[in-house]
């Protein structure tokens, strides 16, 4: 599975900002499918997943900031972000799940700065 994300760049605190991910397979095959993040000197950590096709998972910080969509048309994942701060600056990175084995994009950087 490969995974290509796009979609980061600067943006302004309270603004938002909807990133990209193009899944090499059909993605409602996959066992989940999201994105996570990871800020200088803290841990990847995940922001919100597909499971299974239908059920949404969302991390605490990301519950009614965020909306994930999965377009089974274009093999696509889609993350909105809403009401950014500084504290959501991080690289974030498009994850799946296939058979236990977990893949990861190249990551796209967003920076919440005025």
């Known amino acids: 599975v490969q995974l290509q994300a796009s979609g980061g760049g600067l943006v302004q605190p309270g603004g938002s900002l909807t990133l990209s991910c193009v899944v090499s397979t059909n993605i409602f095959s996959l066992s989940a499918v999201g994105w996570y993040r990871q800020a200088p000197g803290k841990q990847r950590e995940l922001v919100a997943s597909i499971i299974n096709g239908t059920a949404r998972n969302y991390a605490t910080f990301a519950e009614g900031r965020s909306n994930i969509v999965g377009d089974s048309a274009k093999n696509t994942v889609y993350i909105a972000l809403h009401d950014l701060n500084p504290e959501d600056t991080a690289v974030y990175y498009c994850?799946?799940?296939?058979?236990?084995?977990?893949?990861w994009g190249q990551g796209t950087q967003v920076t919440v700065s005025s």
């Open positions: 994850n799946a799940v296939q058979r236990g084995l977990v893949y």
